[in-house]
Every structure is written in structure tokens, then in C-alpha cells.
């Protein structure tokens, strides 16, 4: 521990340094791995100039140290080497931060990038296994491996895809089930929707509310509500007629955002809801009915600029 005697205007520089969210979320990332800046421009989902510039604010208040490697410079924060004053600033700053919707976005992209840099260290002791997976991209493409996970659902199931939108899902089912119901509250999405299941003979497409199912008690296996629930203004009315219209032991697949504070991303999508956190999903399926809740983050897959995305399952006892 360092033992650099501290005056008023050290403090307060600290203080500045650790206003900034920024610097905050960057702090809150090294403090667990050290990592380079195009690591951490992709879990920021911040440009190059940024991040770099807030780095350099914290190497040089000496908030972070950095090392070469190769043609890449690493970054670490190590607590036990900040003076007193900082270690104690610090110590408030991880408990004002700790269930910060961002802070948990970034966890889960820092946990993918990890998992993609394992990734790229084993693929370059597997030889012709890498080969082999990208010679059958090349020959089959990529569909097929959801074509064969779809295979496993059973024949004989009705499946209600609840807010299906343009259809897309639907059609993927219909092809692999008994019968499909697309319901969605959108006159223009229901005709996209038979558009896109036009050569489907097992979807039914029905226009209605999910807080008010156009469906019988008990009337399919399992439902779906994907990238739905953000827009209901009454999360639990829809999440009961979900339980209502399914069969004893069916099961309902929720696939939403997880909780963020990116509040112009909601304001974009006219989102009612800033995603949900998985013990708030798992506490609404309970309420709602809903037995062997589970709610999961999801990995982001390279690219998406969105908001992290759950899942979440539920059945009916």
C-alpha cells in the first residue's frame, strides 16, 4: 500500500477522476482483468478515442498501470497499490456502484470477450477441428444446426408465438409442430405475418391483445414471448393469460432485454420497460403462476449493439 502523504488537492483530483462514468465503468472492468483498449472499446461499446483518452486521465492520477505486449498496451487496476485516500474513495465507489444496470451489461460483455479470447487460444492448437468448422460453413451454411434443435420439439405440439410480429418465428415452428398461433396486436404485423407463413397450412394468425389471449383455457403446449415484454405497459396481465392458454406442465420461453439504463435506446424503440433483471423476471413468472422459473444473461453475439438479452422459461404447474 502506498504511503504518498495526500494534501486537499490530491483528494480532490481523485474525486474528479472517480466522477466521471466513464471512468467509473472502466475502473469497475480493470479491477477484474486487465485488458487492452480494443477489448474495452468493445464491452464499452465506445470509440477508440474515448476510452483511450479516459485511460490516460487514470494511468496518469496513477488509477491504473499498463504494460506492453507485443504491439498492444494491457491495463490493470490493483487496489492494494492505490494510496489510503484513493483505496478509501474506491472502497465507497464499488459500494455506490454494486447492481448498476450498466455495470452488469459490461459484466456480461467482459464475460464473452473472455470467453472469446479462451477461444482464439485453443483454436490455435486445434488445427484441422478449426478447419472442419469453417469448411462446413462454407458447404452448409449455418441454418441447419437450428433446423436440427427445432427437430427436437415434439411433433405433436400447439405452440402459441405471442407478439410474433412479422411471423418470422412463426414460420420456423410451423415446419417442426402441429400448429402455430401468431397472435399480435398490429394489423400491419399480422399481414406481414401471413405473408411470411403463406406456405404454411398448420399457423393460425389471430389479432389480439396478450393481456387478453383470443384463445381457449388449456389450448397449447408451450408458448413464446420474444422481444415483447418491453413494450406492455402491464407485464404481469400478459405473463397470467400466457399461463391461462397453456396445458397443464406446458412450458413459456420469455426472451427479452436484460435490465440497462440506456434510456435513449428505450426511448428510440418506444420501449415502456428498460429490460428486466433476472430475480424481477423469475419473481414475475412465480406471481404469475409459473412453477421451475429460471431466467438466464445472454452471451452478445459479435456486432450487436443493443442491450444484453435474457431468457427465461416457466411452466405451468
Known amino acids: 500500500m502506498a504511503t504518498t502523504p495526500q494534501n486537499p488537492e490530491t483528494l480532490m483530483r481523485q474525486m474528479a477522476t472517480l466522477s466521471d462514468e466513464t471512468r467509473l465503468r472502466l475502473l469497475r472492468l480493470l479491477e477484474r482483468q486487465e485488458l487492452g483498449v480494443a477489448e474495452l472499446c468493445d464491452i464499452l461499446q465506445m470509440p477508440q478515442s474515448t476510452v ?55 459484466q456480461i460483455r467482459l464475460t464473452e470477450r473472455l470467453r472469446q479470447r479462451r477461444a482464439g487460444v485453443q483454436s490455435f492448437f486445434e488445427g484441422a477441428a478449426a478447419e472442419w468448422g469453417e469448411t462446413r460453413h462454407k458447404l452448409y451454411g449455418s441454418s441447419f ?30 415446419g417442426s409442430v402441429h400448429h402455430v398461433y401468431g397472435i399480435d396486436n398490429s394489423p400491419a404485423m399480422i399481414t406481414a405475418a401471413k405473408q411470411q407463413t403463406k406456405a404454411f397450412d398448420n399457423v393460425t394468425l389471430l389479432e389480439g391483445d396478450l ?12 408458448a413464446l414471448l420474444v422481444l415483447v415484454l418491453t413494450y406492455l405497459p402491464n407485464i404481469k396481465a400478459a405473463l397470467v393469460e400466457a399461463a391461462r392458454v397453456l396445458k397443464p406442465g406446458g412450458k413459456l420461453v420469455v426472451l427479452d432485454l436484460l435490465q440497462h439504463d440506456r434510456d435513449d435506446f428505450r426511448r428510440q424503440l418506444d420501449q415502456h420497460h428498460a429490460g428486466f433483471g433476472l430475480e424481477e423476471m423469475k419473481e414475475g413468472l412465480m406471481r404469475a403462476g409459473f412453477v421451475r422459473e429460471c431466467a438466464v444473461a445472454l452471451s452478445p453475439e459479435p456486432g450487436a449493439q443493443g442491450p444484453a438479452l435474457m431468457l427465461a422459461t416457466g411452466e405451468v404447474g
Open 211 to 222: 393481456d387478453n389471449l383470443p384463445l381457449p383455457d388449456n389450448a397449447v403446449d408451450a
Open 52 to 106: 483511450s483518452r479516459h485511460l490516460k486521465i487514470l494511468t496518469e492520477d496513477h488509477w491504473t498501470v499498463s504494460r506492453r505486449s507485443g504491439t498492444t498496451n494491457l491495463y490493470r487496476m490493483i487496489p492494494a497499490e492505490l494510496t489510503d485516500s484513493a483505496q478509501q474513495l474506491w472502497k465507497l465507489a464499488q459500494e455506490q456502484t454494486d447492481g448498476w444496470p450498466t455495470l452488469q451489461q459490461d
Open 145 to 174: 444446426t437450428q433446423e436440427a434443435i427445432q427437430a427436437l420439439l415434439p411433433s405433436s405440439y400447439d405452440i402459441a408465438d405471442l407478439g410474433c410480429g412479422i411471423g418470422d418465428i412463426t414460420a420456423r415452428l410451423a
